[in-house]
C-alpha cells in the first residue's frame, strides 16, 4: 500500500535521535536498524562510521512513520541543519514512481536517477523548483 513518510538525515546522532523519538511516541521500530557496514563496499568504512545508521523507521501517530539515516562523513561538507528533511513517497507501482518523480522534480535538481538499488527498491531523490528534497522508493518489481 503507498505512504508517504519524513525521512530525516542527522550526523551521527540518528542512533540516538531515534532513541529519544522512540521513547517519546512509546512505539517501536518495526526491524533492527540497517547499518552502514551492512552496505556492499562498506569494508573501507571506519569501525565508527560502519556503526552509524544506514536506515530506521519508527511509526509515531497515524500512520506516519520517520525514517532516519546518518550522513557520511564525506557528504557532512554540504550538510545544513534545517535542511535536513525529505518527503518520501512510496508508490504502489513502478510505473507510478516514474509518474510523480518527472513531474515533482520537473525544473528542479535531481540529484539520483530513479534506479533499482541494492535493497531491492527503485530509488531516487531531487530537489523540486521549490527547494524541498523528495525521495521517491517503490518495492513493487513492476
Known amino acids: 500500500m503507498a505512504r508517504t513518510s519524513t525521512y530525516l538525515n542527522f550526523c551521527g546522532t540518528t542512533e540516538a535521535a531515534f532513541s529519544f523519538y522512540r521513547s517519546v511516541f512509546g512505539t517501536d521500530f518495526p526491524g533492527e536498524p540497517m547499518r552502514m557496514?551492512?552496505?556492499?563496499?562498506?569494508?573501507?568504512?571506519?569501525?565508527e562510521e560502519g556503526n552509524q545508521i544506514m536506515h530506521v523507521m519508527l511509526p509515531i501517530l497515524g500512520g506516519h512513520v520517520l525514517m532516519g539515516t546518518?550522513?557520511?562523513?564525506?557528504m557532512q561538507p554540504g550538510f545544513v541543519v534545517g535542511t535536513n528533511v525529505s518527503i518520501n513517497l512510496e508508490p504502489d507501482t513502478r510505473e507510478e514512481a516514474e509518474r510523480l518523480f518527472a513531474a515533482l522534480s520537473e525544473g528542479g535538481e535531481v540529484s539520483m536517477p530513479l534506479q533499482v538499488m541494492f535493497w531491492g527498491g527503485y530509488y531516487g531523490a531531487f530537489t523540486d523548483k521549490f527547494g524541498i528534497s523528495w525521495m521517491m522508493n517503490c518495492e513493487s518489481k513492476t
Open 37 to 47: 557496514r551492512d552496505v556492499p563496499g562498506a569494508s573501507e568504512m571506519s569501525e
Open 70 to 74: 546518518d550522513v557520511p562523513a564525506s
